[in-house]
């Protein structure tokens, strides 16, 4: 179990790739969002605007009082419901970049618990195993694709619901294990 957690763990170009986009996708929706709030302020501004027009056009005169009503009633309801609008949007913020070295010594970290956790094993102590079936919520274990005797192992753990994802890999399967399942 540990070299099958570990192999889906240190494959770095699906780790990458899944980070590069997800780090798109936010970068896009933080976009979309800023310029759409950038987009009802000026709106919102343009009829703030207008609206003083029209009062000062009241006040010195120039308007008929008549045609001022319904104009001054209508901007303000688009006022009022663009307002509505911009204190509903979520501003979504660019993901936080992850320094290229990060993912080396993500590697190391695992590389390093995969040897504690197969000393402890080794010496009877399944403290390790048990911190990491803490982590594991679901193993499914199906015949191999490579023919008999082999095992294909697909693992769902508590990071998927931290990620709102289903887990880095989408289409590769992870192989590994005899089946004796350590």
Known sequence: MVDVLQAELLRPEVTTAFLEAFHAEQKSIAQKAVGHKRDLTAKMQRKMANQTRLIDGVADGSLDMKLFGAKVATLAEEIEQ??????????????????????IKYQKQLTD????LQDQIN?????????????????????????????????????????????????????GGSGRGT
């Open 82 to 103: 663009i307002s509505l609008e911009l204190e509903q949007l979520e501003i979504v913020e660019a993901p936080i970049e992850l320094h290229p070295s990060l993912l």
């Open 113 to 116: 618990l995969h040897t504690v």
């Open 123 to 175: 010496a009877g102590d399944l403290t390790g195993v048990e911190a990491i079936r803490e982590l594991i919520e679901q193993v499914t274990v199906y015949e191999g694709r490579e023919g008999a005797g082999s095992v294909e192992v697909h693992l769902q753990g508590k990071l998927n619901a931290l990620i709102g994802h289903d887990g880095f890999i989408a289409s590769d399967d992870v192989y």
